[in-house]
């Protein structure tokens, strides 16, 4: 295992060396989880192991975080736990994407070298819902409860269709 973690890989190499990486990165350096996070502060810690299955470069292990999301309902903080494991397979084309077995992911490897991030935040990032909000949320049960307002005086743009239903 290595002291310092790089900042840009090659899985494949790795891959041929069965490496691995534990470690602990800051949510703050990572960019496409800025837009999602209610609170920027926390870390991610993950362990990652490059090596070979069958004729694929695969990566596996897993990526934990306390995130704080923001609720798109009552815009409030929602503590999230993520506990997700890693399971990707290194492909250079969504051809090769689709020939993967169902227990590995595509990892599209477009240039030899990724950052290592990159890796850890993509999997942060389908951890996540994609409109996080409460499951009982004080503020969507306050608009279905309150009455429909009635407007009076003016006459129903529709009700000729529903004579014509009738």
């Known amino acids: ?16 060396k069965h490496r691995q990486f534990k470690g602990v990165l800051p949510l703050s350096k990572m960019a496409r989880m800025q837009d999602v996070l209610l609170h920027k502060d926390g870390e991610v810690t993950f362990e990652l192991k490059f090596g070979k299955d069958g004729k694929y470069a ?35 084309s969504i051809d090769e994407a689709n020939l993967l077995p169902d227990s590995y992911e595509p990892l599209l490897l ?36 309150k009455p429909k307002p009635e407007v009076s005086g003016r006459p129903n743009p529709f009700a000729v269709l529903a004579k014509l239903k009738k």
Do not use: F
């Not at 295992?1 to 041929?16: F, G, N, R, T």
């Not at 009552?74 to 397979?89: E, H, K, T």
């Not at 409109?131 to 969507?140: F, L, R, Y």
């Open 58 to 92: 695969v990566v596996t292990g897993m990526v934990e975080a306390d995130l704080v999301l923001q609720c798109q309902c009552c815009m409030g903080p929602i503590p999230w736990s993520v506990r997700d494991s890693v399971s990707l397979a290194v492909v250079a």
């Open 110 to 145: 477009e240039q030899g070298k990724i950052p290592l991030s990159d890796i850890v935040q993509e999997e942060l990032l389908l951890a996540v819902p994609t409109i996080p909000q409460h499951e009982q949320c004080e503020v969507s049960v306050a608009k279905d409860n």
């Open 1 to 16: 295992m290595v002291e310092h973690l790089p900042e840009y890989i090659d899985p494949l190499a790795l891959a041929d």
